[in-house]
């Protein structure tokens, strides 16, 4: 059994910053890519921002420069570092995680960014 839980999500500011945490845990030897997906009310869920094991990054065009994705492999953690966050990143926030060739998903986070 394989469970990811994100947490750091809540209420900021435009312009603020948030951290966002994803630690897996369960029957896990290795993981492979992890990523960040959000899901804003009415929208399709879309890509944020990934990274393999050997922390090779993407980013999704509407992040790049703003949020910057890690891992600590070892902990078996995904982060993702929100900067200058925007009303319109307001979403719910997903991580994933590749393990054992299966795709798992965390519960979401709430993120939400006034004006």
């Known amino acids: 059994q394989v469970q990811l839980v994100e947490s750091g999500g809540g209420l900021v500011q435009a312009g603020g910053s948030l951290r966002l945490s994803c630690a897996a845990s369960?029957?896990?030897?290795?993981?492979?890519?992890m990523g960040w997906y959000r899901q804003a009310p009415g929208k399709q869920r879309e890509l944020v921002a990934t990274?393999?094991?050997?922390?090779?990054?993407n980013y999704a065009d509407y992040v790049k420069g703003r949020f910057t994705i890690s891992r600590d492999n070892g902990k078996n953690t995904v982060y993702l570092q929100m900067n200058s966050l925007k009303p319109e990143d307001t979403a719910v926030y997903y991580c994933?995680?590749?393990?054992?060739?299966?795709?798992?998903w965390g519960q979401g986070t709430q993120v939400t960014v006034s004006s």
């Open positions: 369960g029957r896990i030897f290795s993981i492979g890519d």
């Open positions: 994933n995680a590749a393990i054992r060739s299966r795709f798992y």
């Open positions: 990274i393999t094991s050997g922390s090779t990054t």
